[in-house]
């Protein structure tokens, strides 16, 4: 073969070594994916899942791995970066939530059924309207319903298959996080509620899974999350 005439023109895949070729398509650093991350969750109103993280970021990042290392880099931090639900965000540390407290008129409460009603959709999810009544011992009224939905801490959750298949009811990511919660697995348990002096015999019986009105004065350390059922589901 010829040899190539020194003074012949080269080609641009000539000019262009391979390996600055192949870091045109590359992702970002982990470093940089961080940061991309960081600035989506904390510009954002709403907590973010980790398929609209990979979606807003270039192709090829990983926005699991990210939030891992994000999170360890937050902690011990003013500001925490949280899982709520099947997403992320950023909240302030838990420790440090008295000073962003300030004096507010409340012009809004939930009413006891509407508290015991909510209660019960958590605990219980997903519960139909007959089995919230059965619960409670008398009838759900469509306005305490309605109250919840429209402070979106319920949800319409799936129709059961059975005669009339009626709907059930779920609580929201926003429910979780108002309360602090990353799942539905993390509401109190007996311990918890009784610390809080909120279990006591006005509750309706089994509003908590395995517990009546007349055992919850009664000492029991059982798991009142047994069979919990998982929150989102399809």
């Known amino acids: 073969m010829a040899d190539q005439d020194e003074n012949s023109p080269t080609t641009a895949a000539q000019t262009v070594p391979e390996s600055h070729e192949k870091s045109l398509f590359d992702a970002p650093v982990m470093a940089e994916q961080e940061r991309m991350v960081e600035a989506i969750l904390f ?3 709403e907590p973010v899942t980790v398929k609209e993280l990979n979606d807003r970021m270039p192709h090829g990042c990983d926005a699991a791995e990210a939030l891992v290392h994000l ?3 937050y902690e011990g931090r ?3 970066v949280v899982k709520v639900g099947d997403a992320w965000a950023m909240r302030t540390a838990p420790d440090l939530g008295f000073l962003m407290q300030k004096e507010t008129v409340e012009t809004r409460k939930l009413s006891r059924a509407a508290i015991e009603t909510l209660a019960i959709i958590a ?3 997903p519960v139909t309207r007959a089995e919230i ?6 009838a ?14 319920i949800r319409f959750g799936r129709r059961r298959m059975t005669p009339g298949r009626p709907v059930t009811f779920v609580v929201t990511q926003e429910f979780l996080d108002h309360f602090g919660l990353e799942s539905a697995r993390d509401l109190p348990g007996l311990k918890e509620l009784r610390a809080a002096g909120l279990l006591d015999n006005r509750l309706p019986s089994g509003m908590i899974p395995g517990v009546g009105a007349s055992e919850a004065g009664e000492d029991d350390d059982g798991d009142a999350l047994a069979g919990q059922s998982e929150l989102f589901e399809d």
């Open 43 to 45: 510009a954002s109103t």
């Open 71 to 73: 999170r360890k880099r």
């Open 78 to 80: 003013g500001v925490r």
């Open 123 to 125: 605990y219980h999810q």
């Open 133 to 138: 009544e059965e619960i409670r011992g008398v």
């Open 140 to 153: 759900v009224s469509r306005g305490t319903v309605d109250q919840l939905l429209e402070m979106e801490w």
